[in-house]
């Protein structure tokens, strides 16, 4: 009885940042595009981050940004990732990020962004072609 | 004027004649309100028969003070034009008062950032990396002194943003600086948020636990109520709800849902209405849909009137006054082609001026994108001084009364806020509709039906489901960027003012806050004290947490160092 | 690439030495039904039934994951290491899933003595994912002292887990009374605990009567396990100690007499069932894939000139013959 393969998408977000009314509804719509989606809530740390994603064998971590954090929680987040040996794990980030970080953030290990306002179906072909294979 | 030379374009457009003539045929495609509401093709005198204009919707200034709350409204006084600001560290967020000050800004408004609002000290671990980029975090006295140096508080109306419980520690901090500088806090004009129990909805449910919120959030009611005449001791949030993605009808409900509770706990602690009524007042949204915002506001001024007297027995018609101040709609504004932007806070901040406003606040069109540039605090600024002193909207009170088509929208919303408000009691009421998740669960359901319509093309919004362009790579006016010495410098100070002040002073302080907190007292007076001997937020806030049962510490790592 | 070339032998040595990351990859082939996952488990299995197993189920806001959260508190203080499986529903619609549970246990993700995996019913019906019963037996052999499994719904046909786990808690409400009563005869079967959360609320008094008459229906034997009514409010902590309690007095029950054999055998019948079913399904099929024979099969039933009785007694025939 072949299974069909699902995608498993841990949703985070990271440090104080209260806003997450985007990533309720961001996990609601990528759990109606067929993918199994874990809900981490607020006040994450990015090792507790990590580890979800180790126990859970996430294909996708994303964590949504809307307090001016990216920069400061991005590298720490890439860092456990790479520590832990994630390295076939997709970051992707979204939220309040301004046009001129994307370049720094896909730097220093982000896969793609998809900042507030982006409509649901990019992000699910996105990783629907960039989540690997199994 | 040189010649101008228009490039050649890199690519010569080829117009689609048929997308042209889809253009110009194209009409309305939701004969709906935002909120939806289906709406006529016109309405007319017949819509308003029988209508009894004394009973139901009265001049401005009187009962039930559907047009305004002022008989003259702005030919008296303009509205405040106070745009928040809160950006780095004290001293960061007093540069940009200056300077908006110095550009016109008519009210001082300063907003607390994550860290302040969870209680935290600009040294806590969890707050180190964040401090000061979201708005600006107050640890003690000498950054409440930094950052109302040189301000006249007697003259100046000066509205303190933090709406978690830690509004009471920001009520300390500014009362305790104020006294030190021989200021009489009766003088005292401005307000404070102070409305724990809706913040919950923001985040911050660890400092924000319900019993708590209302505890402290009357503590601070109860002591401007006796202390400060002049001063507004809540701004209930309905705001922060209606970014929730909920509708305007809902945003009225569940808003004076949440008011009603602070409400009955102050008359229960025997205040009587007509004490503390007149200075109660709320923050309101204004949304894109500018027809719904003014009924919006003209139902919500009918509804609370009505409420204060019928409900409340308010006898004092300044209780029964719905006095408020309008934030535009963050939540209606978008990264993509964000110059657009200007324009939605336009529209929205003419729908608030419309309506009466007593205090508007309009959005930075970087809303989406970051921190409020300078460029961009002052073009929000400008929008309002377009509105005030070029459009003439000013001149007449509610201007859009009468139009039946507004008294109808009216009447609409306030029905159906009506209806909800009978929803919320068969739940069981607004406390219990909070502890059980009801409400969690409706800003869920109304969030993602948003979002729908959106995917859907139910709902259009420019520059993302209909005449988009490339993704952006510049922001127009810049980003704005909190200086990494900020928040050093401010972990800095605050790590020496805990090294060097006088110890046992501090500890009798926190003392005696711990047992007015333990034995049901106001804690107000206490923390004012503790404040002048330099007890930091996260002293205050822990000292009252663990007298009312909570661990010291909201994220859990710190201990009572008493 | 999911580990392509590491050996069983590697992988089962990984695992017992508390490598997380190729436990939480196994799991995931286990839920894919994975034949490389079944022959690990077939080396795993001998270090597994060592645990104590706990099942909590119950209504959708009855409060399980606060009582989830408690439990595993004190099954760590008491120096015990905790596994969690939390079940959710997945979309019939879309075939995705919202896996909520772990947010409120979350916090415990920092403590190497807690595994938490959130798995999605994929559509199997009984409460349970298909492959909760493997990731029992790898929470088993990883070590985990205790392995709690979280299902979703109280409905009678809800009730896998009763015969996987050991010791089974029904978290009911106040309010809800009617469904309590319609349940009657088959609540006996359900379980060893109802656990009666958020009862500070209204009804809590009613609710406890209507349990306590069903319980008194039915007669028990000398030394039968009566189940336990408990009533806590997972808010506060109030009760959780009795709860506790009542879980070990449970267990105590089994390990004391024949029940545990008789729990064992349960678990163990319903698990050869299972993979029975699986097997046999994936066999056949497998035999008739790429030979067109199953639509065609499917063809001449919808054409009326067969019946799916016939064509299964058929596809048996041969391949029984065959092997």
Not at chain 2, 122 to 147: F, Q
Not at chain 3, 49 to 70: C, F, I, P, Q, Y
Not at chain 3, 143 to 157: I, Y
């Amino acid at each position: 009885m072949a299974e069909q393969k699902k995608i498993k998408v841990v949703i985070s977000k990271v440090g104080l940042d209260g806003h997450d009314r985007g990533a309720k509804v961001v996990s609601s719509l990528l759990k109606e595009a067929g993918m199994e989606v874990v809900y981490l809530g607020m006040y994450q740390m990015p090792e507790d981050i990590i580890r979800a994603a180790i126990d859970e064998d996430a294909d996708v971590i994303g964590i949504s940004y809307l307090s001016g954090e990216h920069l400061v929680f991005t590298p720490k987040i890439v860092g456990e990732m790479k520590k832990h040996g994630l390295d076939d794990v997709l970051f992707i980030a979204g939220g309040v990020i301004p046009p001129e970080d994307i370049p720094a953030l896909k730097e220093m290990g982000v896969s793609e962004i998809f900042v507030a306002g982006s409509l649901t179906e990019p992000l699910v072909e996105y990783i629907s072609s960039h989540v690997r294979k199994r | 004027m040189g010649q101008i030379n228009e490039s050649e374009p890199e690519n010569s457009v080829e117009v689609n004649w048929e997308n042209y003539l889809k253009a110009y045929y194209a009409k309305p495609g939701s004969a709906k309100t935002w909120s939806g509401f289906d709406v006529k093709e016109i309405y007319t005198p017949d819509d308003r028969e029988g209508k009894d204009y004394d009973k139901e919707i009265g001049n401005a200034g009187k009962y039930p003070f559907t047009r305004g709350i002022h008989g003259n409204m702005f030919r008296g006084r303009y509205w405040t034009r106070r745009e928040v600001i809160g950006i780095g560290s004290p001293a960061d967020t007093h540069e940009r008062m200056k300077l908006l000050t110095d550009h016109g800004g008519s009210g001082l408004n300063t907003i607390a950032d994550i860290t302040y609002e969870m209680g935290l000290d600009a040294d806590h671990p969890w707050a180190m990396s964040e401090v000061g980029l979201t708005g600006v975090n107050i640890s003690h006295i000498k950054d409440m002194e930094t950052l109302t140096e040189g301000i006249p508080l007697d003259k100046v109306s000066w509205s303190l943003i933090t709406a978690s419980t830690v509004a009471s520690v920001t009520m300390a901090q500014y009362v305790a600086v104020a006294q030190n500088r021989g200021y009489d806090i009766e003088e005292l004009r401005g307000s404070v948020q102070n409305d724990p129990i809706h913040f919950r909805y923001c985040g911050f449910r660890p400092a924000c636990p319900l019993d708590l919120s209302i505890r402290l959030g009357c503590d601070v009611m109860e002591y401007c109520t006796r202390n400060m005449p002049k001063w507004y001791y809540t701004t209930v949030n309905l705001y922060d709800l209606r970014e929730q993605g909920i509708t305007a009808p809902q945003e009225v409900a569940f808003g004076f849902g949440i008011a009603m509770i602070y409400i009955d706990e102050l008359v229960r602690r025997g205040l009587s209405i007509d004490e503390f009524g007149p200075r109660f007042t709320f923050y309101v949204s204004c949304h894109i849909d500018l027809f719904e915002e003014v009924a919006k506001i003209r139902a919500a001024r009918r509804l609370w009137a009505r409420l204060m007297k019928e409900k409340y027995g308010a006898k004092d018609p300044r209780s029964m006054q719905f006095r408020f101040a309008v934030h535009t709609a963050g939540c209606s504004l978008v990264p993509q082609q964000p110059l657009n932007n200007i324009v939605r806070i336009s529209y929205e901040a003419l729908a608030a001026v419309l309506a009466g406003v007593q205090s508007l606040h309009c959005c930075s069109y970087d809303e989406p994108i970051c921190l409020p540039t300078e460029k961009g605090h002052l073009q929000a600024l400008r929008t309002q001084q377009i509105l005030a002193y070029e459009t003439g909207v000013c001149n007449v009170a509610d201007p859009l009364g009468g139009s039946y088509y507004v008294e109808e929208l009216t009447d609409k919303i306030e029905q159906e806020a009506i209806k909800i408000m009978k929803q919320v009691e068969d739940v069981g009421g607004m406390k219990e509709a909070i502890r059980a998740e009801w409400l969690d669960r409706e800003f869920e359901k109304e969030a993602l039906k948003r979002q729908k319509e959106i995917e859907e093309g139910e709902r259009l919004v420019v520059g993302v489901n209909i005449f988009t362009s490339g993704p952006e790579t510049q922001t127009p006016l810049g980003v704005q960027r909190i200086p990494s010495e900020s928040a050093r410098t401010q972990i800095e100070e605050t790590q020496e003012l805990k090294r060097t002040r006088d110890k046992k002073r501090l500890k009798d302080r926190i003392k005696q806050l711990r047992e007015d907190a333990e034995e049901g007292r106001n804690v107000l007076p206490a923390m004012i004290e503790a404040t002048k001997a330099f007890a930091t937020t996260g002293e205050l806030m822990g000292t009252v947490r663990m007298a009312m049962g909570y661990p010291y510490d909201p994220m859990n790592i710190l201990e009572c160092p008493f | 690439m999911f580990l392509p070339r590491e050996s069983i032998e590697q992988t089962v040595q990984k695992i017992l030495a508390g490598d997380r990351r190729t436990a939480g990859r196994l799991i995931t082939r286990l839920e894919d039904g994975d034949e490389w996952g079944k022959e690990v488990m077939k080396s795993l299995f001998p270090r597994t039934g060592r645990a104590m197993t706990l099942g909590l189920t119950g209504a959708g806001g009855s409060g399980k994951s606060s009582l989830l959260n408690h439990l595993i508190q004190r099954f760590r203080k008491m120096g015990k290491s905790v596994g969690v499986i939390a079940v959710d529903p997945s979309s019939p619609f879309s075939g995705g899933a919202f896996l909520g549970d772990r947010i409120r246990i979350q916090h415990h993700t920092k403590d190497d003595g807690v595994y938490i995996r959130s798995m999605a019913s994929r559509g199997y019906l009984g409460g349970l994912a298909r492959a909760t019963t493997e990731v029992l037996r790898l929470m088993e052999a990883m070590g985990f002292d205790v392995v709690m499994v979280e299902t979703l719904g109280a409905g009678q046909d809800e009730i896998d887990v009763i015969r996987l786990v050991q010791t089974c808690l029904l978290v009911i409400t106040p309010g809800m009374g009617d469904e309590i009563q319609a349940l009657k005869a088959g609540i006996m079967e359900i379980g060893d605990i109802f656990v009666l959360n958020k009862s500070d609320l209204d009804g809590a008094t009613q609710a406890l009567r209507s349990i306590e008459a069903i319980l008194s229906l039915k007669a028990f034997k000398e030394g039968e396990w009566k189940p336990k009514v408990i009533s806590t409010v997972a808010t506060s902590g109030e009760g959780i100690n009795d709860l506790v309690e009542g879980i070990m007095a449970h267990q105590d029950y089994l390990h004391n007499s024949d029940a545990m054999e008789r729990a064992a055998f349960q678990r163990v019948e319903q698990e050869l069932g299972l993979i029975f079913r699986d097997e046999l399904e994936r066999v056949i099929f497998k035999g008739l894939r790429g030979t067109g024979k199953k639509r065609r099969y499917i063809r001449s039933i919808i054409e009326g000139k067969s019946d799916p009785y016939t064509i299964v007694e058929e596809i048996l025939g041969t391949f029984l013959k065959r092997e």
